[in-house]
Each structure stands twice: as C-alpha cells, then as structure tokens.
C-alpha cells in the first residue's frame, strides 16, 4: 500500500541555519503530496502541496519539489526561526481513495535562539 | 470564516464505556474525515464522509463509527473503550472529495480523549 517515509527527529537548529526534511514515499499511480506543519496543542495546518511532478510548492519561506525519479518531497528553509519550531508531516493523497491522507511519522523541529 | 470546529476538546473515559465525538467543518464544505493520532502509530485514517455516505474506512475495528449529518456535520462514535484508544481525533473538512486527488484538508484543533 500507499506509505511516507520521514527523518527521524528531533532536528534542533540555531536561528537563521538552512533546514531540510527529507521524505519519500511509495504510491502506485501519481499521488498528490503535502507537508502539513502541527504547534503544540493544535491541529495540522497545510505547508504546502504540490500536485504533479516538477511542481514546487512554496509557502512563509518554505519550499519542496516533488520527485517523481526518487520518489521524494523533501522540505527546505533558508533561514529558520523560533517560531518554526513544530512537527513537520509529511502527506500523500492518491486519487483512488477520496481525500484519504497517509501521513510520515513526523519530524519534530526545535530551533535554538 | 469559521474553521473546523471539534467538541469535546478533552474528555476522560474509562474502559468499556462508550464515547461520541462532534465536528462541524467549514461551511460550504461536503466532506469531513478523521483521523486517530498516537505517538506510537502517528495519524491514521479512520473514514471519510462526503454527503452523508461514507466514502473510504480505514482499518479499524468496527467499535469505531461515523456518520455524517445532511448539514454535512460529523460523529464518530467508539464502543467499548480500551486503553489504547487513548489518542488525539482529528476531524478535517473538504470541498469535494476524490477526483483530482489534490484536495486540500482544513483540520480542526482536534479531541484529546483518555481512557483509564
């Protein structure tokens, strides 16, 4: 079946350093991909999304291209902030199934002042 | 406008006992999914709901249900409560459903449901 595979965290960054995410998934087809971000107490908010191969996603800084050659949708940020601190998810969306999300494990992102 | 709305936030139940949870999605929205958010198994998908049909179940047993309301309002309901239910339920709400694959879900804040 459909899966995600993320990078264990915790990640722990200072301010301002580069960041990356890697995730890669497994779908028959052609799936839609997402990275879904979740602060402390709080639901899952929408990142960004890219629907097709070769599609950057972008949004408040960050940004993934969706690989279709490694089957990957890896996350990036120039510069992060304390404020970024939360746990990252990484989501696929296949057509077959409605708006079923599989989701990766979640990278937790701690960023240091 | 209005988000996705989940009631309880927090609830306590002991095992065996039997627990109702309520979202109210966006208005205009037709679809609301849930899903079951543990450290030890991450987010899963339990169902989704589009016009007042479910549309896809996830694996789960069948203590836990659903159903969706011609307001397009959701339940989910879980009988005979074990320990491991213990998790966070998130509801999330949609326009459509299926077609392009590329629906964006808006998630509530979530129900933290514990089981003693």
């Known amino acids: 079946g459909d899966s995600v595979t993320q990078m264990e965290g915790p990640v722990t960054l200072s301010e301002e350093a580069f960041l990356t995410i890697n995730c890669t998934y497994t779908?028959?087809?052609?799936?839609?991909l997402f990275w879904y971000v979740q602060y402390p107490g709080e639901g899952l908010q929408l990142l960004l999304k890219?629907?097709?191969?070769?599609d950057k996603g972008s949004n408040k800084g960050f940004e993934a291209t969706y690989r279709k050659e490694t089957t990957s949708f890896h996350l990036e940020k120039g510069s992060v902030q304390v404020s970024d601190s939360a746990v990252y998810f990484c989501?696929?969306?296949?057509?077959?199934?409605?708006?079923?999300?599989?989701f990766g494990a979640g990278t937790i992102l701690r960023v240091k002042s | 406008k209005a988000g996705v709305t989940q009631t309880p936030r927090y609830l306590i139940k002991t095992r065996g006992q039997q627990v109702t949870l309520s979202c109210s999605p966006i208005?205009?929205?037709?679809?609301v999914s849930w899903y079951q958010q543990t450290p030890g198994q991450g987010l899963q998908f339990l169902f989704e709901y589009f016009s007042e049909t479910q549309r896809n179940k996830g694996n789960f047993p069948g203590r836990f249900s659903g159903r969706q309301f011609s307001n397009s309002r959701s339940e989910m309901n879980v009988s005979t409560l074990e320990l491991g239910d213990s998790a966070l339920y998130l509801c999330?709400?949609?326009?459509?459903?299926?077609?392009?694959?590329?629906?964006?879900?808006?998630f509530g804040a979530g129900s933290r449901l514990t089981v003693l």
């Open positions: 208005s205009g929205h037709r679809s």
């Open positions: 779908a028959t087809g052609y799936p839609s």
């Open positions: 999330a709400s949609s326009l459509r459903t299926g077609e392009s694959g590329a629906n964006v879900l808006t």
């Open positions: 890219a629907t097709k191969a070769d």
């Open positions: 989501a696929l969306m296949s057509r077959e199934y409605g708006n079923k999300l599989v």
